[in-house]
């Protein structure tokens, strides 16, 4: 019996090559968005992956739209925490509405879309949660304060949870990512992207989203049941923690 992996932000970008990287591995996939009609029903006609529509900020939604995938498609056995927004500003700029916006949805979206899911997990003496953090959440990045704070909050969760959950067989951890060349980071003016982006990255290029979907794929894996709590740099050398 195929396991349910369920993706956040799972039609675009990272999301989506993690989708498409757990269907071609032979698991049952679906994905969830937010707001992107268009690019969600794009994906869906060409990969056959079913999509989902809730906001991870709602607690309610992802209990409910968790209800719906198990529904369709059976116990959800692996949980990537992918979805994720920005509202950039420097600090002096910054206002309340973007600080909880970001928080909202990076760090209580995990929360949301993990409470729904672990009880079953816990049940059934199994599960894998993969959250997808960031370089910022590590190191921080100017203009991101509440982008960096929720991304390091992912990890903090991460390593409490992973210590509640290894004894039921369930493992916990954090991917995270430096620039991927994602549609989001390719839209950044050349000039920048190549004189003071890339030359920080001593690998000399950017990730590929399919590299970030390997490494999420490992980690749901049987063969990973020995990692848990831990939290994987995917940066091509660019930090080092």
């Known amino acids: 019996m195929a396991r349910v992996a369920l993706v956040t ?7 989506a090559a993690i989708s498409v990287a757990f269907k ?18 794009a994906f869906k006609a060409q990969t ?3 999509v989902f529509k809730w906001s991870v900020a709602d607690y309610e939604a992802c209990a409910a739209g968790v209800k719906q995938v198990e529904a369709e498609l059976g116990p959800v056995e692996i949980l990537v925490n992918n979805a994720g927004i920005t509202r950039d500003a420097m600090f002096h700029k910054m206002t309340p509405q973007q600080w909880r916006e970001v928080i909202d ?39 991101q304060a509440n982008y960096s704070a929720a991304k390091a909050g992912d990890i903090g969760f991460t390593k409490a949870l992973a210590q509640e959950g290894a004894r039921a067989g369930i493992t916990v951890n954090v991917i ?50 020995f990692i848990t709590g831990s939290t994987i740099a995917a940066n091509g050398g660019q930090y080092m923690s």
Do not use: C
């Open 9 to 15: 932000g799972g039609t675009r970008g990272i999301g």
């Open 24 to 41: 071609e591995a032979g698991y049952k996939v679906a994905a969830n968005y937010a707001g992107n009609d268009e690019a969600a029903n």
């Open 48 to 50: 056959g992956i079913p």
């Open 105 to 143: 949805t990076n760090l209580t979206g995990v929360f949301n879309m993990t409470h729904p899911v672990w009880s079953g997990m816990r049940d059934r003496k199994f599960g894998r949660i993969v959250t997808i953090s960031s370089i910022n959440g590590q190191k921080g990045q100017a203009g």
């Open 176 to 225: 995270a990512p430096g620039y991927i060349g994602t549609e989001m980071v390719k839209a950044i003016d050349e000039k920048v992207l190549n004189e003071r982006i890339i030359p920080q990255i001593p690998v000399g290029r950017l990730g590929t989203p399919e590299e970030i979907a390997r490494t999420v794929l490992f980690l749901a894996s049987d063969d990973a049941g």
